[in-house]
Every structure is written in C-alpha cells, then in structure tokens.
C-alpha cells in the first residue's frame, strides 16, 4: 500500500506553485501566464451547446461525441481535494492541495472533502477534420489542442486512478511516453444517469517530436 501511495503521490500531489522560467524567446513567464482551454464533458445541466456526452474544448470545439475514443498524450495530472459542494451552489468550495491543507479544511468545514484531479492533455487533429482553430499548436507534421479537464467522483476514479494504477505497476515508463484512449459514457445509477470521462492506455506511443514536446512541458 505504500508503495501506491507513493506512486500516486509522485505523479499527482503536486503544488500549484507559481514556477518562473525564461523562454526561448526571452519572456519571463510563470505558470499563471499559461492559458490551458478547459475540456468540458456535456451534461444535460450543461450551459454549452453540444450533444450530450460530447467532448468539448473551450466551449466551443466538439472533440469527440459520447461513446467515441480519442488518442491523447497525458501532459500532467495534479491531484487536491475540495468541499464537496455541488456546482449549482453559490458558494465556492474551498481547495487543498496537500494532506495538511486538507485536515485544516476539514477541521472546521460543514461539507466532506472529496479527491479531484486536474488532468492535462495534448489532442491530435484526427485526419480529414480542417478546424484549424481548434488544434493551433503544430508538433512535428500534426497539430494538437491542449486542454485540461477537472474530475471528481467517477470520473476521477475512471481517469486519475487509471494514470495512478499505470505509473505505480509500470515504473519504467512516463505516462506521457504512452497514447491513451479518452472517451465519454453514460452512468446510470438508479433513477440518476450523468456522463463521465475515462481513460485507458493503449500500446501506441506518441511520436518523437511529441515526446520532445512533452518532455519540455514537463520540465
């Protein structure tokens, strides 16, 4: 048990700090000066104009509909935790990202705290599709999208303990050295039904201009 814990610990508590770097192009950025469009999973409460189960980029671009897999390289995955206070509340849930940040939450807070995860991941322009604006970024001969999806409950269970279970059995190999599959489906759970991301990993790796790419992401 241990050992899992350390694995997953190593791949996804880590700190939101604000990390300062100076680019190629002599820009002094931190972390905060990054822009990563959200990744959305339609759901019948959903404000965004999409099939339900669709895969939605920044609100606007349909990456997959339900039930469809996608090829994504897994860039990072940071783990917290937050009062589980639904999304139609008007308060805002307060968010640890650390095991002493969380106790301090939970001492004194009326809700439960619950795991999520932010998952980021780089998505290929499937041949034949020429929306351009939704996958900008050039990498070696294809273009992808970033995006990053916050999960929580089921489909933290289905993606982030996926990519937990991955790195602690293959300690070997970088998550973001594999292509996994991504795709939306259905639960039902009683008389209760909602769509929830998940992942798996699959033999394909991504190619060297990516992983070049990935590597200095990383870094």
């Known amino acids: 048990m241990a050992k899992k814990q350390e694995a997953e610990t190593a791949i996804a508590e880590a ?11 002599g820009l002094v950025i931190e972390q905060s000066d990054i822009v990563v469009p959200r990744v959305n999973v339609i759901q019948k409460t959903s404000e965004i104009e999409a099939p339900l189960g669709a895969v939605v980029l920044d609100k606007q671009y349909v990456l997959a509909p339900v039930d469809e897999s996608i090829p994504v390289v897994v860039l ?4 917290g935790w937050r009062e589980n206070i639904d999304y139609d509340e008007d308060e ?10 969380r ?19 780089l998505f290929k322009q499937p041949y034949g599709d020429d929306n351009e604006a939704a996958y900008p970024f050039p990498i070696g001969e294809d273009n992808y999208a970033l995006g990053k999806i916050n999960v929580a409950k089921d489909a933290y269970r289905q993606t982030f303990k996926t990519l937990a279970t991955f790195a602690q059995f293959n300690p070997a190999v970088k998550m973001q050295h594999r292509v ?5 489906s259905l639960i039902s759970k009683g008389k209760y039904s909602w769509f929830a991301p998940s992942l ?19 870094g």
Do not use: C, G, H
Not at 16 to 24: F, H, I, R, Y
Not at 76 to 79: D, E
Not at 103 to 121: G, H, N, V
């Open 180 to 184: 996994w599959d991504f795709k939306s």
């Open 103 to 121: 106790q301090r939450i939970a001492a004194t807070s009326e809700y439960d705290m619950i795991e999520f995860a932010d998952i980021t991941m």
């Open 76 to 79: 990072a995955a940071v783990k």
């Open 92 to 101: 805002v849930p307060q968010v640890a990202y650390s095991q002493e940040e």
């Open 200 to 218: 798996r990993v699959s033999k394909a790796q991504p190619s060297d201009d990516v992983i070049t790419f990935v590597d200095t992401f990383a």
């Open 15 to 25: 700190n939101p700090a604000e990390l300062t770097t100076t680019t190629a192009s």
